[in-house]
T-cell receptor, first 113, second 114 residues
Framework: KAGVTQTPRYLIKTRGQQVTLSCSPISGHRSVSWYQQTPGQGLQFLFEYFSETQRNKGNFPGRFSGRQFSNSRSEMNVSTLELGDSALYLC????????????FGPGTRLLVL | AQSVTQLDSQVPVFEEAPVELRCNYSSSVSVYLFWYVQYPNQGLQLLLKYLSGSTLVKGINGFEAEFNKSQTSFHLRKPSVHISDTAEYFCAVRGSSNTGKLIFGQGTTLQVKP
């Protein structure tokens, strides 16, 4: 099976812009989670989608949003970008969530100038 | 709510020496425990996980971890490390309810020296 894919891999934006990141889970996986990784804050949970519904949400401002499509592909959007949004954004998929292994994609590295 | 503390930010060790990376967690509910590894410019790869049963869990690449409920610890060990084990290691917990939310520790950088 193909692994989790994320596009684009690298992105440069300026403050105030918005950005959309995409994640394609492993075939058959219905749960997709997003994480932000920064040197200062480490790995932080953004949100989880399961069967097109947001099942969990982390402590991020409303500028961060996501959605999941019927084919389980997911997108996350960040509006009004700030310098502090520069990070590696990781997507993970699993078959049901809970005790199932989450498989991570390679991430999208976002730089906000 | 859950939290994870990785007690060492960096662990230098010589090749072929044993290593232990320490992880303590806090939770008011039952949890699942995980160790992930991240190589430079890559995503996270699962090393091993504890869901239930035997407290000694064996994973990939010769790693193992022991779940200690009384000490709320899940330390990662390898009897003999290789240069290729140089990476960042993350301990994570997840509530045993039906959720995919992982709470990660701050990470431990393992530096294997020749």
């Amino acid at each position: 099976k193909a692994g989790v894919t994320q596009t684009p891999r690298y992105l440069i934006k300026t403050r105030g812009q918005q950005v959309t990141l995409s994640c394609s889970p492993i075939s058959g996986h219905r749960s997709v989670s997003w994480y932000q990784q920064t040197p200062g804050q480490g790995l932080q949970f953004l949100f989880e989608y399961f069967s097109e519904t947001q099942r969990n949400k982390g402590n991020f401002p409303g500028r961060f949003s996501g959605r999941q499509f019927s084919n389980s592909r997911s997108e996350m959007n960040v509006s009004t970008l700030e310098l502090g949004d520069s990070a590696l954004y990781l997507c993970a998929s699993s078959s049901t969530g809970a005790g199932e292994t989450q498989y991570f994609g390679p991430g999208t590295r976002l730089l906000v100038l | 709510a859950q939290s994870v503390t990785q007690l060492d930010s960096q662990v230098p060790v010589f090749e072929e020496a044993p290593v232990e990376l320490r992880c303590n967690y806090s939770s008011s509910v039952s949890v699942y425990l995980f160790w992930y590894v991240q190589y430079p410019n890559q995503g996270l790869q699962l090393l091993l996980k504890y869901l239930s049963g035997s407290t000694l869990v064996k994973g990939i690449n010769g790693f193992e971890a022991e779940f200690n409920k009384s000490q709320t610890s899940f330390h990662l060990r390898k009897p003999s490390v290789h240069i290729s084990d140089t990476a960042e290691y993350f301990c994570a917990v997840r509530g045993s309810s039906n959720t995919g939310k992982l709470i990660f520790g701050q990470g431990t950088t393992l530096q294997v020296k020749p």
